[in-house]
């Protein structure tokens, strides 16, 4: 399993990023795929999953403002933020549950 995330960087409060994560070496459609955050001396802490047939589980810490999607076809999970906090600063991966693989991460930074 190879999960590549893409789509951090810099934003001010208030702002939005949409990540993407590739996954290869898995049948995509077949999985429920998550994404995790871990901010510095925190647990990683699980922020969105959607299932195989789309529908999605939202974290109480983000729901209203993070929505999780896939393209199957493109064996691509998004995690799109908006109005981002500060608090919301981590580092964010993705994962297929059913694999115990995590990709890279990417860094999100919120300055206030």
């Known amino acids: 399993v190879q999960l590549q995330a893409s789509g951090g960087g810099l934003v001010q409060a208030g702002g939005s990023l949409r990540l993407s994560c590739a996954a290869s070496g898995i049948i995509f459609s077949r999985n429920v795929m998550a994404w995790y955050r871990q901010a510095p001396g925190k647990q990683r802490e699980l922020v969105a999953l959607i299932s195989s047939d789309g529908s999605t589980n939202i974290g109480d810490s983000v729901k209203g403002r993070f929505t999780v999607s896939r393209d199957n076809a493109k064996s691509t999970v998004y995690l799109r933020m908006n109005n981002l906090k500060p608090e919301d600063t981590a580092i964010y991966y993705c994962?297929?549950?059913?694999?115990?693989?995590w990709g890279q991460g990417t860094q999100v930074t919120v300055s206030s």
């Open positions: 994962r297929a549950l059913a694999y115990a693989a």
